[in-house]
């Protein structure tokens, strides 16, 4: 067990809705990496935060955002939702930046019908 | 080039034997080269890492021999087992200077180990 939590497990939704992704980190860490894994572009870094701050973007479309609220956990929001959205979110974490372990929780499958 | 390509895509070996995965990079910029390990239905979980300042690291039965002149790293996974089959992902750290952690991953290989 990695010790990262992510909510919930199965999500299937409409094309046009909006979902929300919670990802609760390994206790003590301070950075939270949001990663999209699907069939077609694997393991794609989304976002980065670290402390409460964005950190760095990667291949995040603008209908997605992120944030980490001050207790560390952190929400993925994905709005006007496409079935190419349709993928596994993953949450990783880690205690510091600078090539430290990173720590994946075991993923949201979202299916968009 | 932000890419790291990863070789075979599937890899069938007998228990006993020997596993090798290859990667390579065009980024010198890369310093820190992890290898994941994913079950089904979990999420990817470190392997054993290597920096560019060694040519080979050795945890247990797992391996990671690293050429910086080819820009090329490989793990190794001696005397495999039913339970390493999975599928493995090599990856790599741009040097952001500790500001991000943002890895590039491989495209993964589905090892099978046949008992």
């Known amino acids: 067990d990695s010790g990262v939590t992510q909510t919930p497990k199965h999500l299937i939704t409409a094309t046009g809705q909006r979902v929300t992704l919670r990802c609760s980190p390994r206790s003590g860490d301070l950075s939270v990496y949001w990663y999209q894994q699907s069939l077609d572009q694997g393991l794609q870094f989304l976002i980065h935060y670290y402390n409460g701050e964005e950190r760095a973007k990667g291949n995040i479309l603008e209908r997605f955002s992120a944030q980490q609220f001050p207790d560390l956990h952190s929400e993925l929001n994905l709005s006007s939702l496409e079935l190419g959205d349709s993928a596994l979110y993953f949450c990783?974490?880690?205690?510091?930046?600078?090539?430290?372990?990173?720590?994946f929780g075991n993923g949201t499958r979202l299916t968009v019908t | 080039q932000q890419q790291v390509k990863q070789s075979p895509q599937s890899l069938i070996v007998q228990k006993g034997g020997i596993s090798i995965i290859n990667c390579a990079y065009e980024n010198t910029a890369f310093d820190y080269f992890p290898w994941y390990q994913q079950f089904p239905g979990k999420g990817p979980a470190l392997l054993i890492a290597?920096?560019?300042?060694?040519s080979e690291k050795k945890e247990g039965r797992f391996t990671i021999s690293f050429n910086k002149s080819a820009k090329q790293f490989s793990l190794h996974i001696m005397d495999s087992q039913p339970g390493d089959s999975a599928t493995y992902f090599c990856a790599a750290d741009p040097n952001y200077g500790g500001a991000t952690n943002k890895l590039i991953f491989g495209t993964g290989t589905l090892l099978a180990v046949q008992p």
């Open positions: 290597i920096r560019p300042d060694v």
């Open positions: 990783a974490s880690s205690a510091w930046v600078g090539n430290s372990p990173l720590h």
